[in-house]
């Protein structure tokens, strides 16, 4: 059972009227998103390196994992996740509780995965409760590590810390496009173009001690926030 309940979709945003514009985005932006997911998906080359077996252990289930990734690579995320789901993996995002995070619920929850409207960031009681409580069930906490709102490529410490409290090393997820539309909006939010070249890195699991103090937590999320700045790097160069 996921967090976002049939016949209560707009529960998030609480007991606003909706407009006509964001009516029509929750009508039309699940089937245009997932569109765009197929399309990618039927045309484009997507090349997945996996040096360390992260997948197996994911999709295993061995243990659980905060797989993260920059915000701006959400929607190749997606599509990357949700090709885990279908192979058994048990995981759960962490979305916006915004509007913008809506459509990208939706399609995560058809695809089986749990639902955390918050943030590692700021979020309140009640999705800090349901991030603690999928972390006991086995269930791996999927996160944008510099959302919701930024800065870009910043890792945010509400990521470390839950990784930490939770015992789920970090996995490093990047993607990368050789041709791709991006947004002019904070993260710079990338579109592939169809028929192009995707590189997605998995990188090496990152543990953070259980005894680390906030000295150290700051190290960590620094080495992390560089680690995942130089895989994007490397995925760029073999485009």
Not at 61 to 66: G, R
Not at 103 to 120: N, Y
Not at 121 to 136: E, N, Y
Not at 170 to 185: F, G, Q, V
Request: net charge positive; aromatic share 10%; with cysteine.
């Amino acid at each position: 059972m996921n967090n976002l309940k049939e016949g209560n979709e707009f529960n998030y945003h609480g007991k606003r009227r909706l407009s006509i514009g964001r009516k029509i985005y929750y009508f039309l932006g699940k089937p245009i998103l997932l569109l765009i997911i197929y399309t990618l998906t039927a045309t484009c080359k997507i090349r997945v390196i996996d040096e360390h077996n992260s997948i197996e252990k994911l999709v295993k289930n061995t243990d659980i994992f905060a797989p993260c990734f920059w915000h701006q690579d959400l929607l190749i995320a997606l599509l990357v996740v949700s090709r885990w789901l279908k192979k058994g993996f048990k995981g759960g995002f962490i979305i916006s509780p915004s509007v913008d995070g809506e459509v990208p619920a939706r399609i995560a929850a058809s695809w089986g995965a749990e639902i955390i409207r918050g943030s590692a960031v700021r979020t309140g009681a009640s999705a800090m409760r349901d991030i603690h409580r999928f972390l006991k069930q086995g269930i791996s906490i999927i996160t944008a590590a510099d959302g919701p709102l930024g800065p870009k490529f910043h890792f945010k410490m509400g990521v470390v810390l839950m990784a930490k409290l939770g015992h789920a090393p970090i996995i490093p997820i990047t993607c990368s496009s050789k041709e791709a539309w991006y947004l002019n909006r904070w993260d710079q939010f990338m579109i592939p173009k169809p028929f192009t070249k995707i590189v997605v890195m998995i990188g090496k699991p990152y543990v953070i001690p259980k005894t680390s103090n906030m000295s150290q937590l700051e190290e960590h999320r620094s080495n992390i926030e560089l680690k995942l700045n130089e895989q994007k790097s490397s995925s760029e160069e073999l485009l």
